[in-house]
């Protein structure tokens, strides 16, 4: 690794850009104006945009007719470090230890969105330009939920015409793996609350002659699913799209074993999911229900003998092609009035939805990723998809109507949003290489 | 009502003894004293007995071999007053309006024990001494739970030695209607925590593959009962001792319409228990399983996409003649375990027990009672039973080895624990005559 890509590194790691507290505003503000004079530095047109939050990086060459437009995208905020008492180094004084960077943002998304710089800078060193037409658009905000990222997309919606978007801020499906992500859940939520008597009563007193909202709660939750883990509610699996037999062989071939990782990685008694799907397809390729969230009632020490007024509980719903939010949100309420025991009264309150993401990994784009992450890895590219959502990939297709490409440099021990966050420096170097080679190849 | 018992009621209520909080430590013990000059003052042998917390108050006449002997028990502790803005006038500075006291404690206990009080005085007054051997013991601990109490019952378990215990701490069944409690539910409580993962999981990255140990919870509170409201835990009901018909005709007979008390007393939208009984019948003579409180992942505002480590519930089990409430605890263990879903493991923590109490209403104590009842109220005698537990009665009974008669002279709207407690001054004249009226009728 060149001491200056190191020396680019460190000091981009340096800067504790945490766009989710006020006192770092500054911070991040030095942050984009790193960024801005390393890109102008290598050659790009750059601008700092302002937003009713923290700014967008935007940077450009010249643009000539005929080529392809690739817009890469990644983010300079990171998320807090603590707890703090569990980083073995300082999270924003950057060491290397055996070939690995520890710092909070070293692999999210710094690490990631440097190897692309770098490889651009490499390439317009080589060639005198990139073979593309490029937008680099670096956001202060994606930790955050990216809130102004749209406003951004829509105001410049003419300026920012592509033909594809590539992120690197998804997994590797396992060390030295190339990993292209082709489909992503989406999420819809609702929180429900229970209410029996108008106060907290005392269950001496009370109880047995009027419903408890904790226990009405707990039978309305029980009938969101049946005994094997299939969500319960009429109407749920119907828009689900099958997985294609290819993917099916795909995620069977993967050089991982599903079941051994979820395993070790959550320390779980036993795996537990819906009938007839292998682990990965569950996390991948099946809606759930989750309850992320129930309150009601005495937790504190000890022993308190009341009857909670209210009882509440938050609901995610992951989504997959092609269910539609709002459809899933009005089954659930169905399913929720129908089931709801007596004596209670219910109130839901409809949260926010993320749609899910599907493209296509065999499209013209999608053999060019394929194509890039084997020349750069040397191997076999794993095709999967994931199990979390991210909503700028659907505002990429809907405000730009384009689709993502999704190369992601992160591993599973590289701890994103935890303590000795971490990134290996072949990853850096090969997220160079790959850049250099997802241009090339698009450009053809 | 005579200027100076409203000055002794008005001075006992001004101490704010308030037992659960160490900040008023002295102010109990300053209340003590008070009664122990009170009862001095009226001819009794009265002492400060010390414990490990708050001290006892027990005063004695002078002992007649061939006299019934008889212990009445109360306490001069209070429950803390919050909210404060909820009360009218401020709670330890006792205002009388339009016939009502109104106080924290005004009822609970101050109002009552004073009643027994201010009867021993006249009695003493008109006739030099009671008819009757007497034990007053005065505790500060009973809304902290009694802890202190076994241990003096057990220590001067030979100088207390005594026929019946009476006892004025608990409710009339409707103003101005003299009412006996037979019985009382006991008690018995456990914790379930379940757990799944060893940490909160991202629930798009690996929900659907892991069990949720809320939704896991949520299926195992749900077998606790079937549809109907009765606890479907196996051998639960086995010991129950069904209702004697008297009984049953005397609650129908009772001059209240429990269903319309109870929904307007907790504002539920409906009444919901065990088919089969009347609202009093599942409230006084019945067995239930209520969760008191529950909680797992997240319970703040907005949305977390998590899934918890662990969840976990508090339940208590009211427990009716003759259920043990070891065997009641082992028959929950059995059932939580063999329902507990897959994926998750269960720890289970046993709480404190306290015992059902039933006494005869119509033994000769009873029938007693039950005249001294009805020749100071004028009124036909409720008989009833009360869904709460007070563990002191079952420690008369195995420590003292004697009954307790409950005659109480709370009513359901002098709000006892909660803001702008009160008492009305028809009851404190009443207590007066029946304090006099029951030593008279133990005495025969």
Same mark, same amino acid.
């Given at each position: 690794?060149?001491?200056?890509?190191?020396?680019?590194?460190?000091?981009?790691?340096?800067?504790?850009?945490?766009?989710?507290?006020?006192?770092?505003?500054?911070?991040? @503000?030095?942050?984009?104006?790193?960024?801005?004079?390393?890109?102008? +530095?290598?050659?790009?047109?750059?601008?700092?945009?302002?937003?009713?939050?923290?700014?967008?990086?935007?940077?450009?060459?010249?643009?000539?007719?005929?080529?392809?437009?690739?817009?890469?995208? +990644?983010?300079?905020?990171?998320?807090?470090?603590?707890?703090?008492?569990?980083?073995?180094?300082? /999270?924003?004084?950057?060491?290397?230890?055996?070939?690995?960077?520890?710092?909070?943002?070293?692999?999210?998304?710094?690490?990631?969105?440097?190897?692309?710089?770098?490889?651009?800078?490499?390439?317009?060193?080589?060639?005198?330009?990139? /073979?593309?037409?490029?937008?680099?658009?670096?956001? $202060?905000?994606?930790?955050?939920?990216?809130?102004?990222? /749209?406003?951004?997309?829509?105001?410049?919606?003419?300026?920012?015409?592509?033909?594809?978007?590539?992120?690197?801020?998804? $997994?590797? !499906?396992?060390?030295?793996?190339?990993?292209?992500?082709?489909?992503?859940?989406?999420?819809?939520?609702?929180?429900?609350?229970?209410?029996?008597?108008?106060?907290?009563?005392?269950?001496?007193?009370?109880?047995?002659?009027?419903?408890?909202?904790?226990?009405?709660?707990?039978?309305?939750? @029980?009938?969101?699913?049946?005994?094997?883990?299939?969500?319960?509610?009429?109407?749920?699996?119907?828009?689900?799209?099958?997985?294609?037999?290819?993917?099916?062989?795909?995620?069977?071939?993967? /050089?991982?074993?599903?079941?051994?990782? !979820?395993?070790?990685?959550?320390?779980?008694?036993?795996?537990?999911?819906?009938?007839?799907?292998?682990?990965?397809?569950?996390?991948?390729?099946?809606?759930?229900?989750?309850?992320?969230?129930?309150?009601?009632?005495?937790?504190?020490?000890?022993?308190?003998?009341?009857?909670?007024?209210?009882?509440?509980?938050?609901?995610?719903?992951?989504?997959?092609?092609?269910?539609?939010?709002?459809?899933?949100?009005?089954?659930?309420?169905?399913?929720?009035?129908?089931?709801?025991?007596?004596?209670?009264?219910?109130?839901?309150?409809? $949260?926010?939805?993320?749609?899910?993401?599907?493209?296509?990994?065999?499209?013209?784009?999608?053999?060019? @990723?394929?194509?890039?992450?084997?020349?750069?890895?040397?191997?076999?590219?794993?095709?999967?998809?994931?199990?979390?959502?991210?909503?700028?990939?659907?505002?990429?297709?809907?405000?730009?109507?384009?689709?993502?490409?999704?190369?992601?440099?992160?591993?599973?021990?590289?701890?994103?949003?935890?303590?000795?966050?971490?990134?290996?420096?072949?990853?850096?170097?090969?997220?160079?290489?790959?850049?250099?080679?997802?241009?090339?190849?698009?450009?053809?």
């Amino acid at each position: 690794m060149r001491q200056d890509y190191l020396d680019d590194y460190f000091t981009f790691l340096r800067f504790p850009s945490i766009s989710t507290d006020d006192a770092y505003t500054e911070k991040l @503000a030095e942050c984009a104006h790193w960024l801005v004079k390393k890109l102008k +530095g290598i050659g790009l047109t750059t601008e700092l945009v302002s937003t009713p939050g923290h700014p967008v990086v935007w940077a450009r060459n010249k643009h000539q007719p005929g080529r392809k437009t690739v817009m890469i995208y +990644g983010h300079y905020d990171v998320q807090p470090p603590d707890p703090l008492e569990l980083w073995e180094s300082p /999270p924003f004084d950057p060491v290397l230890k055996n070939g690995y960077v520890f710092a909070r943002g070293a692999t999210d998304n710094k690490g990631q969105i440097l190897a692309h710089i770098l490889g651009l800078q490499e390439t317009i060193a080589e060639q005198g330009d990139l /073979p593309v037409n490029l937008h680099l658009v670096i956001e $202060g905000e994606e930790e955050i939920g990216s809130g102004n990222l /749209p406003g951004f997309l829509e105001k410049h919606r003419d300026s920012l015409g592509c033909d594809v978007v590539v992120v690197s801020d998804t $997994g590797m !499906i396992a060390r030295g793996v190339p990993t292209l992500s082709y489909g992503l859940r989406g999420v819809t939520a609702l929180e429900l609350k229970v209410t029996g008597a108008k106060m907290d009563l005392h269950s001496g007193v009370f109880g047995g002659a009027v419903a408890n909202s904790v226990t009405a709660l707990a039978r309305l939750l @029980a009938t969101l699913h049946d005994a094997n883990g299939r969500v319960a509610i009429e109407g749920f699996y119907d828009d689900v799209k099958p997985l294609e037999d290819w993917e099916r062989e795909a995620w069977r071939k993967l /050089p991982i074993d599903g079941d051994k990782e !979820i395993l070790t990685e959550t320390g779980s008694p036993a795996l537990f999911g819906e009938e007839g799907y292998s682990t990965l397809e569950r996390l991948w390729a099946r809606p759930t229900a989750e309850i992320n969230g129930i309150g009601g009632g005495y937790q504190g020490k000890g022993t308190k003998t009341v009857i909670a007024s209210h009882a509440m509980a938050k609901l995610t719903f992951r989504l997959v092609p092609n269910q539609d939010g709002d459809k899933i949100l009005q089954l659930a309420h169905k399913h929720l009035e129908k089931n709801l025991p007596p004596g209670v009264t219910m109130e839901i309150t409809d $949260g926010h939805s993320g749609p899910w993401y599907l493209t296509d990994p065999h499209s013209a784009f999608g053999e060019a @990723a394929q194509s890039a992450l084997k020349g750069a890895f040397k191997k076999d590219v794993a095709l999967i998809r994931e199990g979390g959502s991210i909503p700028i990939v659907s505002q990429f297709r809907d405000i730009l109507g384009v689709e993502t490409l999704l190369l992601g440099l992160a591993q599973a021990d590289c701890r994103a949003h935890s303590p000795n966050e971490n990134f290996p420096l072949e990853n850096l170097e090969v997220g160079i290489k790959m850049n250099k080679a997802i241009l090339a190849e698009l450009a053809r």
